[in-house]
């Protein structure tokens, strides 16, 4: 079945300074990659996700880039602000008339912005 | 709306209990899935369900049952709790995968404890 390796675990930068999380997966039927935002004692929350017809996506100081020969794809924020820091999560699935919607997360990514 | 919510928020239990969560959505979803997420491990999926009536097995699906006799509800089950199965519960729903959003709405979470 479908494995994804988030890295890294732990990534501490300056406010102000780019974050980048790094994740690959292994089912090259995999055509769907969403990131998820999870603060402190809070639900995951979708923040930008990516289909593989697309090689970036762009909202504000988010991106998702995406190498499908590779099978990895990865989050960019610029710019971070204290508010950035929390878990990131990567996901994989897959997208089709028999799809589940299931998806394959990654082991998270803890992202401390230091004022 | 409430959104997806999870009943209860904590919990503990003995070892050999048994006990159910309820997860429940008002979006009209109609896929709903079950997670843990453990230090470490990401969200891996228990259990999922397509539609009303119909269960499948996740990544994790040993030691819990679930259940969904309405569309709005999905029923997780430990029947005989182990130390193993302390985590947090979450508790998602999408639309079917036709639609334009492929998003998981989260619930809130259920910290469980086994002694």
């Known amino acids: 079945g479908e494995n994804v390796e988030q890295h890294p675990s732990t990534l501490s930068v300056q406010e102000g300074d780019s974050a980048v999380i790094k994740c690959t997966y292994s089912d090259s039927a995999s055509n769907y990659f969403p990131w998820y935002k999870q603060e402190l004692g809070k639900r995951p929350q979708l923040i930008i996700d990516?289909?593989?017809?697309?090689g970036e996506k762009k909202d504000q100081r988010i991106a998702v880039t995406l190498n499908k020969t590779a099978k990895h794809f990865s989050l960019h924020i610029t710019e971070t602000q204290p508010e950035d820091s929390a878990v990131y999560f990567c996901a994989a699935s897959k997208l089709g008339s028999s799809n589940t919607g299931k998806l394959i997360f990654g082991q998270g990514t803890t992202l401390q912005v230091k004022p | 709306n409430a959104g997806v919510t999870q009943t209860p928020k904590f919990r503990v239990l003995k070892t050999g209990q048994s006990m159910t969560l309820l997860c429940a959505q008002d979006?009209?979803?109609?896929?709903m899935y079950w997670y843990r997420q453990d230090p470490g491990m990401g969200l891996r999926l228990i259990h999922y369900?397509?539609?009303?009536?119909?269960?499948a097995k996740g990544e994790v699906p040993d030691g819990y049952n679930v259940s969904r006799l309405k569309k709005q509800n999905f029923l997780l089950g430990l029947e005989s709790a182990a130390p193993s199965q302390t985590s947090v519960y979450f508790c998602?729903?999408?639309?079917?995968?036709?639609?334009?959003?492929?998003?998981?709405?989260f619930g809130p979470g259920t910290r469980l404890t086994v002694t």
């Open positions: 979006m009209n979803h109609e896929y």
């Open positions: 369900s397509v539609g009303e009536g119909t269960t």
């Open positions: 990516i289909r593989s017809n697309v």
């Open positions: 998602a729903s999408s639309r079917r995968h036709r639609a334009e959003s492929y998003e998981q709405y």
